[in-house]
């Protein structure tokens, strides 16, 4: 009997154990399923979070090569506004010169007109016989050699003044006509100058739409912070890669023996120093000074255009070579008046304080750079 028993309570347990590990089975199927939905739906929102990423960056990315579209607008209705401002200027000279010779010739005109006048009031007051009467008439023979000479001698003289007064008229004449198509040309100008104003406003609105769609992807800090890494990474490479172009010119002394000596490329306030806080561990490389749209950037000093384009974070560049390791850069302008290659003397414009490459308040951003290392502009600039 206690066998019997024994074998049921056996079977019990085994029956118990398989129930069991049946059941441990199924939770086990169904706790991995769920594992695996989760996972499925993890990657999921991994690969759509991916996506996201990617589209928010390529319309970034659209909306910088947009950014740069805008830049380079602007700055080319800024040049030809420049170039205008100039043609005008000397229009406005030649106008004056030739108002100022016209009146010359005018007054010299009527003075030869008087002149003539008087001659002609002159040989009829005298001449009361005509000449061929004269030289008929014998009974006054010993009088018609000096008579003839005379005659000569005033038809000489009025003959002169009458060329000299033909060639005045002549002259007049050419500088009216010159005066008259130089005032078209400057009304011209003007026109010309207006149309560039709108299309330069009409930049500047499509620049500002721009900057308002970019200030949407809003960058966290560590992405703000890789960004400003990439566009300084950018600019030494630029630099780098320009150094190696550098062709040593044997009038470029550099800047070692002009400390405290050279003039601030614009005058502005100063709204960032070098070797302030940027962002995170990066610091500035240069000054940001404050300035009006529009105002002359000069160089420091004389040398050679090694750079003047659009670069990223930067805006609209321009780099200067003035020999020894030395260089100069002057970035965010508005418009750039030289190209690569051209040489500049000390406080020649080079551009206008602008906003490019992304900023919200008018300034330029300067470097000085030596062996391609920033150094700080206070110690070279007063």
């Known amino acids: 009997m206690r066998k019997i028993i024994n ?21 086990n199927e169904k706790n991995k399923q769920q594992n695996s939905t989760k996972l ?13 990423i990617f ?9 910088e090569q ?50 003539l006048a008087q001659q002609l009031r002159s040989a009829y007051t005298t001449g009361q016989h005509d000449y061929l009467k004269l030289l008929l008439n014998q009974k006054q023979s010993e009088k018609i050699q000096r008579t003839i000479s005379y005659y000569q001698y005033i038809n000489k003289a009025r003959i002169n003044e009458i060329e000299k007064f033909q060639a005045t008229i002549a002259q007049l004449m050419i500088v009216a006509t010159e005066h008259q198509e130089q005032v078209e040309h400057l009304q011209t100008l003007k026109q010309n100058q207006q149309k560039q104003r709108l299309a330069l406003k009409e930049n ?19 992405q703000q912070l890789a960004k400003l890494k990439a566009e300084e990474a950018n600019l030494t490479a630029a630099l780098q890669k320009l150094t190696e172009l550098i062709r040593k010119e044997v009038d470029l002394i550099g ?53 003047s384009d659009w670069l990223k974070g930067y805006g609209l560049l321009t780099v200067i070579d003035h020999g020894n390791g030395y260089m100069s850069l002057y970035a965010h302008n508005q418009t750039l008046l030289k190209s690569v290659g051209d040489r500049v003397e000390t406080g020649e414009p080079i551009a206008l304080v602008g ?14 750079r030596h062996q391609g290392k920033a150094v700080n502009p206070k110690l070279w600039c007063r």
């Open 7 to 27: 074998n049921l309570v056996f079977l019990g347990c085994i029956l118990f154990i398989n129930s069991s590990m049946a059941y441990d089975q199924n939770n």
């Open 40 to 52: 499925n739906s993890v990657q999921q929102a991994i690969a759509k979070q991916e996506s996201n």
């Open 55 to 63: 589209k928010a960056n390529k319309a970034r990315s659209a909306l």
């Open 66 to 115: 947009r950014l740069k579209n805008d830049d380079l607008a602007i700055a080319k209705a800024a040049k030809s506004i420049n170039d205008t401002e100039q043609q005008l200027k000397i229009t406005k000279k030649k106008i004056s010169s030739l108002s100022k010779e016209k009146q010359k010739l005018t007054s010299q005109k009527r003075a030869q007109e008087r002149l």
């Open 204 to 222: 500047k609105t499509n620049r500002s739409k721009t900057l308002a769609s970019l200030s949407k992807k809003l960058l966290s800090s560590k």
């Open 255 to 307: 800047l070692s023996k002009l400390k405290r000596k050279l003039s601030w490329p614009v005058k502005g306030r100063l709204l960032r120093s070098f070797g302030s806080s940027k962002q995170g561990y990066l610091k500035w490389k240069g000054v940001l000074l404050g300035a009006p749209i529009g105002r002359q950037v000069q160089t420091i000093h004389n040398g050679t255009v090694l750079f």
């Open 355 to 368: 906003q490019s490459g992304g900023q919200n308040q008018a300034g330029l951003y300067f470097e000085i």
